[in-house]
């Protein structure tokens, strides 16, 4: 377990700060109770029973000042969301009373609670699993429902027992080996084919978790589709058509988006981050040619690249463009297609085949349905498909799962090579703390430590 004190009593607002019903401030630590008590004035009188909301005031023990009307509560060390013990006071919403509220909160000897700290202290305390954890956070995030739903996956636990399944089945190979190595009269030689097809069951089941992973991201994080293109060919009226309001700014001169501009919106349950990037031009001031860089880097990082070229305009320019895009990533956008009669369509078409190809218009809005279709079937090759969860959705969990991998082949192979008992067990040890690094046993401090920065303070 990670050295990190938690004799402390913490305080945060856990909700977002601005103007709402209720805003909640939640105290954790051995002194939760105790500063309930001190700033919490109940309207009958009585004790404070656990789990029971009780109506009342925050009153400044220091001259006696009601600061709010509230409801309070709290629950004992053991049985809380942390593992210690907590107590929360339902303030009205706003920004005012709920500081006041925390200030008194804070005098009273609590201390600010830090990113995700009550998360982390449930993880400490062993309430949570670390994939749990980075579950609660996808939960907070989940763009759209199937992100959700394997975030709820996961924190149900699924995926904790998928991994602890396959732990014990890489411990009993490990105790056969070991039993073999210390008992070798009363056990004899290893039978090395059974084993071998036992861990070739156990590989199997880490690959399908390992093909999940990249539905899993775009669940969580959304499908990164960039628009790029000449200036004035029509990115930022597209990005508003599929978008259903006027959002990005939209001009006749050319080049005026100048920032990357991001906005979610869900596909028939597929989460997608629209990114508008500035026109590729030649960047003529230094803002421009900032602006252009940034685009550069946005198709670079982009699942989905729409490159957007101008129906009307010359097709030897639009041609050019596509060696700035990637292969396989990429669909064309033929906007403008109002101006285009139908001879046209058909020579944009031809001149672009081998691309995926739509012909649109941002202006009259249609060919959009398409748009999507294309995007959709794109990503469908690599096999992301709407609406399915998945149970690895983190990058770090992703790793994990492969270093296990690694390990488990190893051992497979070793086992068909003859290697000796011994050797072929440090493999499958290796691949055990991979799987247990993934629940969060033995994970370095700077690891826990960027995982929970990712939080909310207040969570
Ligand atoms: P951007 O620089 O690529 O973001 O282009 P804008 O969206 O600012 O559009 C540039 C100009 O093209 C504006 O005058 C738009 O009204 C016009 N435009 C955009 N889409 C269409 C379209 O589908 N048809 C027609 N006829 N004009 C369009």
């Known amino acids: ?94 920004v005012a009373a709920v500081r006041a509220v925390l200030r008194l909160v804070l005098r009273g000897g609590a201390r ?23 579950a609660v956070l996808d939960i907070i995030r989940a763009p759209g429902e199937a992100g959700l739903e394997g975030a709820l996956r996961q924190l149900g636990g699924e995926l904790r027992e998928t991994v602890e399944e396959l732990s014990l089945e890489l411990r009993r190979v490990t105790a056969a080996l070991e039993a073999s190595l210390d008992f070798p009269d009363e056990v004899g030689e290893i039978d090395r084919e059974a084993l071998g097809l036992q861990l070739e069951g156990t590989a199997a089941r880490l690959r399908a978790l390992l093909s999940g992973a990249e539905q899993g991201r775009v669940m969580r994080e959304g499908l990164r589709l960039v628009l790029m293109g000449r200036p004035n060919v029509g990115k930022s ?97 033929v906007n403008k297609g109002d101006l285009c009669d139908g001879l046209r ?47 690895i959705t983190r990058e770090r969990q992703r790793r994990l799962v492969e270093r296990c991998l690694v390990g488990v082949e190893e051992a497979r192979e070793g086992l068909a090579a003859g290697v000796p008992a011994d050797c072929v067990a440090v493999c499958l040890a290796e691949a055990g703390e991979a799987l247990g690094e993934l629940l969060g046993r033995n994970v370095r401090e700077e690891v826990l430590e960027e995982i929970f920065a990712d939080f909310c303070v207040g969570k």
């Open 1 to 94: 377990m990670v050295a990190m004190g938690t004799g402390e009593t913490i305080a945060a607002v856990s909700t977002p700060l601005g103007e709402g019903a209720i805003g909640i401030v939640r105290i954790s630590g051995p002194r939760a109770l105790a500063i309930l008590r001190e700033v919490f004035v109940p309207r009958r009188p009585g004790e404070l029973r656990p789990y029971v909301l009780r109506l009342g005031w925050v009153v400044d023990p220091e001259g006696g000042r009601r600061l709010d009307e509230v409801l309070a509560t709290w629950m004992p060390a053991g049985r809380s969301y942390t593992g210690e013990e907590m107590a929360e006071i339902q303030c009205h919403g706003g």
């Open 112 to 134: 600010m609670a830090r990113r995700g700290e009550f998360t982390l202290r449930a993880f400490l305390h062993g309430r949570l699993s670390l994939a749990e954890a980075e």
């Open 237 to 333: 009226s597209l990005l508003n058509a599929l978008l259903g309001e006027e959002r990005a700014i939209v001009t006749a001169v050319p080049g005026t988006t100048r920032d990357v501009l991001e906005e979610a919106v869900d596909w028939h349950g597929l989460p997608v981050r629209l990114c508008d990037t500035a026109g590729l031009s030649e960047g003529r001031d230094a803002a421009e040619a900032l602006a252009v860089a940034r685009a550069r880097e946005a198709v670079s990082g982009a699942d989905v690249v729409l490159l957007v070229v101008d129906g009307s305009a010359d097709m030897a320019e639009a041609e050019e463009l596509l060696g700035e895009v990637p292969r396989g990533r990429t669909v064309v956008v």
């Open 345 to 391: 369509r058909d020579q944009w078409r031809r001149r672009l085949a081998g691309w995926p190809t739509v012909v649109v218009s941002a202006r009259e809005r249609w060919g959009l349905a398409e748009l999507r279709e294309q995007v959709v079937e794109l990503v469908a090759a690599r096999g992301i498909r709407p609406g399915e969860s998945a149970l």
